[in-house]
């Protein structure tokens, strides 16, 4: 066939021969490139079986990506004839090399790093190889390692990959390579990530010795070997190896699959330890799951550090919720840790499913240290795969793998974070580590409501929110005594009286009822308190139990970002402005590109009556994101106090464009009477008050005071104290209202307040 055409690819020369087919070096000749062409053998060995094998290698290669698995062109049919067309991978085999002599310790760490990074992406794809063997793997230039043939491939049962997938890779058969076997794949069982680990372990063996660590000459008796006997250590065959290689290489070659590492990232990040120097390498726990892997650290701590959002393994939209909230357990738990700052989970959610570099992200986030990984939800039980990265040098110090039942997964949680602890070596306090330790099982269902919840309410949306309520309120049927279900309740309800979305005298009462209840169940739930302080500020206005709570919130978990922004508001509302300013400083440190967050210095600036800092923060914050309407409005009121009223009311415009929300046409008003349009402001307040929604009568109340029209005004401010209308919060420091300060009607206001 040399010379011959296959659609537009000419045969230049044969390379190889397999089982159902011929592999011929190609020529493209639309594309003037060499490729390698895989054509299916006719015949008996073609049949419909063969086909279908054929088939399902070219649609599992279409599923990987990496630069060490071969990437597939194409797969079509001219003719009758099959054929798979391929990337071009010249160089030898591993099997070739290693026939002329045993590799050097750190050239076979450098290839078995390669193929066990190819692993993992082929594992979080769904895919396991199941015929992983020298004669697999091609070594191409500079050092670049090719793993090929997947013809035999076959779902990854943990990874939770569509049905789509599933009818790609086939069913489970007895095939594979006998020496390179797993003793599961030899039985017909069940197999798994861990058995392609199995492989890598005999070609790890092979590649440092010369020889498979079983040599039987009969099937059967190499069988036999392979189920029942124990694998030499590389040592004894008067191998020099370091410890940690040798000891790596018999764990993969563990007859229980448990025995073995739980994944490929954490063999990846063992090897690299190895690579980079001399390191502490730690044993691996047994209880369903890896314990810490290699690290190469230098000692230095790391106090500052970012959890990337957990990637969902399962690839389904409808799991998003448990990927986000494992997410923020995570940051949760790390929180615990008085003497590290751990960015909140705002900032780190801004990089879920972006690619770019670690020590870009680490500098942008301002920390030392990057935490990311996978998490994979398979029945009622939970798999977490996480590694560190030391952000600058963009270095890997640690990895785990972590399984648990779901009814444990608040242990799971917290045992990651404290291998997390051990590994940067900070410093954990007893009562840090009594926290951590602290674990209570939960229903299963409770805590996907749980997460269900948290993720509605992080929208931020009307229908967000009320879905989020939805939410907490199953998970607290399903387990009464679920405090944290309580405390993300009282958030949810206390976020719709801040929105004005929900009346205030019914959304305060309701968050007030579960952040008590919350309280009652768990006094050291710092989440129960942030919201307590809320209600007690926003509602009650007991302005001395707010400060006790937001401040007990602060102290039970100094990286409760949202903690230090309720305080702001608190210090802002009470005209303490330089403790305002240095508690926002601080949660802009934990969550630097929260949105509030940067919105909400903006309007400290603002409340501390510098003008100037407020426009240049809330236009930092439109830089972030031009769409973020309560950045837009507060820039508006800084720029009305500036006596800008043009762009103060396109801001506005802008702002009630993008929300359609009730506080920024009420704004507009106020601007048009300040700047002297009162027609324009008494027309368009007359249009809010005929609107059939919540409207906030302190903000009628401004554009009053605006008009001229102090009587109103004071009408209107005695219905807002009379309904507890949360714009009341900041009656002592508004600029707004200062034409009427001096009227004796205000005083009694504040006083009543107990603002005076």
């Not at 047994?286 to 957990?310: H, N, W, Y």
């Not at 997460?451 to 939805?470: D, M, Q």
């Not at 009652?520 to 400060?547: F, I, K, P, Y």
Request: net charge negative; charged share 25%; glycine share 8%.
């Amino acid at each position: 066939m040399i010379g011959e055409k296959i659609s537009r690819y000419r045969l230049i020369r044969e390379i190889g021969e397999g089982g159902m087919g011929v592999v011929y070096q190609a020529r493209d000749e639309h594309l003037g490139r060499d490729v390698a062409l895989k054509v299916l053998r006719s015949g008996p060995s073609g049949a419909r079986h063969g086909r279908s094998e054929f088939e399902r290698e070219a649609r599992v290669l279409s599923l990987l990506n990496h630069p060490s698995i071969c990437t597939v062109y194409d797969f079509d049919s001219v003719d009758g004839t099959e054929f798979l067309v391929m990337e071009l991978v010249e160089g030898p085999s591993l099997e070739a090399r290693v026939r002329e002599s045993p590799l050097p310790e750190r050239e076979a760490v450098e290839i078995a790093i390669q193929i066990a990074d190819a692993l993992v992406a082929a594992h979080e794809a769904g895919v396991i190889h199941r015929d992983l063997k020298a004669g697999n793997v091609i070594l191409g230039p500079k050092g670049r390692v090719k793993l090929l043939d997947f013809g035999l491939a076959l779902l990854c049962p943990a990874a939770g990959v569509s049905t789509e997938t599933r009818s790609v890779v086939g069913s489970e058969r007895v095939v594979g390579t006998v020496p390179y076997m797993a003793p599961e794949q030899l039985l017909g069982r069940t197999v798994d990530e861990r058995s392609d680990l199995y492989s890598l372990g005999v070609l790890l063996y092979e590649m440092t010795t010369g020889k498979r660590p079983f040599g039987a000459e009969t099937s059967t008796a190499l069988v036999n070997e392979i189920l029942h006997r124990p694998a030499a250590s590389p040592g004894t065959l008067g191998v020099r190896l370091t410890q940690h290689l040798d000891a790596l290489i018999l764990r993969l070659l563990e007859k229980d699959p448990a025995q073995r590492p739980a994944s490929a990232g954490e063999v990846v990040s063992e090897l690299r330890a190895m690579a980079a120097g001399p390191g502490r390498l730690s044993s691996t726990g047994r209880e369903g799951a890896a314990d810490l892997a290699a690290s190469a650290f230098s000692g230095q701590a790391i106090q500052s550090i970012a959890v990337l959002p957990l990637e969902n393994l399962s690839h389904d939209p409808e799991q998003e919720y448990f990927a986000d909230g494992m997410t923020e357990a995570l940051i949760t738990n790390l929180a615990q840790i008085r003497t590290l700052r751990v960015v909140s989970r705002t900032s780190a959610m801004q990089y879920k499913g972006v690619r770019r570099p670690l020590p870009e992200i680490a500098r942008e986030l301002r920390v030392e240290g990057i935490l990311e990984g996978t998490v994979a939800r398979f029945g009622d039980r939970v798999r977490i795969t996480a590694q560190l990265i030391d952000a600058a040098a963009d270095r890997h110090l640690w990895a785990g793998s972590y399984e648990r039942d779901l009814r444990d997964v608040l242990a799971l949680q917290s045992e990651v974070a404290c291998a997390v602890a051990d590994e940067i070596r900070v410093q954990v306090s007893p009562q840090d580590k009594e926290r951590l330790g602290e674990i209570r099982r939960v229903d299963p269902q409770a805590y996907e409501a749980y997460l269900r919840g948290r993720y509605y309410w992080n929208r931020r949306t009307e229908e967000g929110i009320k879905k989020g309520i939805e939410s907490f309120r199953d998970a607290i049927a399903k387990d009464p005594a679920y405090a944290a279900a309580y405390a993300g309740l009282a958030r949810a309800y206390d976020t719709l009286g801040t929105y004005a979305i929900l009346e205030p005298a019914e959304a305060f009462t309701r968050a007030k009822e579960a952040a008590d209840r919350a309280l009652q169940l768990d006094e050291r739930l710092s989440d129960a308190h942030t919201s307590m302080g809320g209600v007690l500020m926003n509602h009650l206005w007991d302005w001395e139990g707010a400060e006790r709570s937001l401040r007990r919130a602060i102290a039970l978990d100094p990286n409760n970002a949202e903690g230090y922004l309720w305080y702001n508001d608190f210090l802002s509302a009470m005209g303490r402005r330089d403790e305002a300013l240095a508690t926002i400083r601080r949660g802009l440190e934990l969550d630097p590109l929260s949105l509030t967050m940067n919105a909400t210095m903006g309007l400290s600036f603002f409340y501390a009556r510098r003008y100037d800092e407020a426009i240049a923060q809330q236009r930092r914050t439109i830089e972030l994101d031009p769409t973020f309407a309560p950045a837009v409005r507060s820039l508006g009121g800084a720029l009305e106090q500036k006596g800008l009223y043009d762009e103060a009311i396109a801001a506005f415009q802008k702002a009630a464009s993008l929300t359609n929300d009730l506080a920024s046409a009420s704004l507009m008003a106020h601007t048009y009477a300040v700047s002297g349009q009162t027609d324009k402001a008494r027309a368009l307040l007359r249009e809010l008050e005929a609107e059939k929604r919540y409207l906030s009568p302190y903000s009628v109340a401004a554009v009053h005071v605006a008009l001229g029209e102090h009587d109103l005004a004071f009408e209107k401010l005695e219905e807002a104290y009379r309904i507890r209308d949360r714009g009341m919060v900041w009656v002592k420091v508004a600029p707004r209202l200062d034409p009427i300060r001096p009227d004796p009607r205000f005083t009694s206001i504040l006083r009543r307040m107990k603002l005076a």
